[in-house]
């Protein structure tokens, strides 16, 4: 396994790869790897010639007063788990270089960034995410891309940028990977106080009793939203800060669930902000 850190090695390598006509899946990750990173890693090992892994805690994404320097970094047992899940190049680029001093450039999606996270972490969340991606598509020329489902409204955008830039990379999105209670998998778990470690399974719960409700036959979405909002607000150590029933493919509301939706929510917890979100409609799926 290769660890390259230069942005011309990357796009000389990228070319080789091009030039061979191998395949290359790209999963982009800010390290502090867990199982859901790795599941994405395995499927792009299985699909492709080559496999990369980009490392980089993306300044551009995080707002003022979020948690970019207590983000975890984990790097040696991150360069590990990528040589043990079939992980052929590890793309670990500085900041000073992925921004160069004076960049006045950035890349935006504008509708789908409104809703969800853009309303409490700002459209220059999205901003920063659209950038970054694009950025890399460019440096490593992917055949395809991995992103996990928890993430749905970044994997929403990042589809659409890519459909309107005319990236020739396949967005694959994968299903959740959550720890054995339920929580869904992200590195931000690891910052949960042990103390609000059981009650940061109260978003799981209430997208759980969603569900519940679905499959009793209840198609409206504000008695829906209401059960699960008041499920969450019991606890009143938890901020909510969003939950929305939402079109997957415009992440508009929706007046009535008739069709598949998305439910997705985000709270704050022990100083943590967690998301999730379950795919589900009249008909099911009923498991996530």
Known sequence: MRIIENLAEMRETAKGIAVSRRSCGLVPTMGALHDGHLSL???????????IISIFVNPTQFMPGEDFDSYPRTWEAD??????????IIFHPAPEDMYPSRSQTSVMVHGLTRSLCGMSRGQGH?????????????LVQ???AYFGQKDAQQAVVIQR???????PVEIIVCP????TDGLAMSSRNRNIPPEYRQRALVLRQALQL?????????????????????????????ELDYLEIV???TLETVEKLDDLVLIAGAIKIGGVRLIDNILIGPNGPWED
């Open 79 to 88: 360069v590990e788990a990528a040589e043990k899940n079939g992980v052929d």
């Open 210 to 238: 969603g569900r519940e409700l679905v499959q009793g036959g209840e198609t409206d979405p504000v008695v829906i939203s209401n059960a699960m909002g008041e499920h969450i607000l019991g606890d009143n150590e938890i």
């Open 142 to 144: 992917p055949t395809r």
């Open 176 to 179: 959740i990977v959550r720890e």
């Open 247 to 249: 079109s997957p493919e």
């Open 161 to 167: 940028m890519a459909l309107d830039l005319n990236f």
């Open 126 to 138: 999205f901003r920063g995410v659209t950038t970054v991606v694009a950025k890399l598509f460019n």
């Open 41 to 51: 890693m395995r499927r792009s090992s299985g699909e492709n010639d080559v496999s």
